[in-house]
């Protein structure tokens, strides 16, 4: 009995060391690829939704993303931006806001969509799916947070996007070295949510309540 109890230990712990491993080596994967930008020429471009200020302006993540996928437009990487995101008790949508900023910086109201009513990065994928499809279009340049956009594109190939990012201007190496690493890991643990809910290993509500506290937190 005993033998049999050491040796289930020692099972346990290895296998609590890899999955500890693996996180780390997801981590390394969420902070590397927000360090890289993979832009090239596609369909549209999409800039995900993040916090409106209560006077309606675009904080400062959502105003750095809303710079960055203008400039990529400005660049001809596409002929069209989508704005995704806001939360329904808000005033403003962070898509409404995001093309009105948009408009501001030079792109035409009609080259503008909006993918809003989202609270979390799976409802963005999921609405810019649908537009997408209706339009015709099949690939995107994701313009995010540095740090959020292995999430993004993850998600986004799950809803049927053929999807590059293009990080902000956001140096991530700047980051104050613990924050950097709890950004990081609160990405790769949203991951690991998403991926075990979909093989109904937790409830559909953790899974909503985790990806609306990442959104909340950009």
Not at 184 to 204: F, K, N, Q, S, Y
């Amino acid at each position: 009995m005993r033998l049999f109890l050491r040796r289930t230990l020692r099972a346990l712990a290895v296998l609590c060391l890899l999955a500890l491993m693996g996180f780390a080596f997801l981590v390394l994967r969420v902070d590397r690829l927000g360090r890289q930008d993979h832009a090239r020429p596609a369909d549209v471009i999409v800039v995900l939704g993040a916090r409106v200020e209560a006077d309606g302006r675009p904080g400062s993540d959502l105003t750095s993303r809303t710079y960055r996928g203008v400039d990529l437009w400005q660049a001809g990487y596409a002929p069209h931006i989508v704005c995704t995101g806001g939360f329904k008790d808000e005033p403003l949508s962070a898509a409404s806001v995001c093309k009105r900023f948009a408009v501001e910086l030079g792109v035409p109201d009609s080259l503008i969509f909006l993918a809003d009513g989202s609270s979390n990065t799976v409802e963005d994928a999921q609405a810019t799916a649908q537009l997408m499809a209706a339009r015709g279009w099949r690939t995107a340049i994701l313009v995010s947070h540095p740090l959020h956009l292995f999430r993004a594109r993850w998600l986004f190939a799950r809803a049927g996007i053929d999807a590059v990012t293009s990080p902000t201007s956001t140096e991530t190496a700047r980051i104050f070295l613990p924050l950097r690493v709890w950004y990081a890991g609160r990405e790769a643990a949203a991951v690991v949510v998403t991926a075990l809910h979909g093989w109904d290993v937790i409830p559909a509500e953790w899974v909503a309540k985790l990806q609306t506290w990442t959104y909340r937190l950009q």
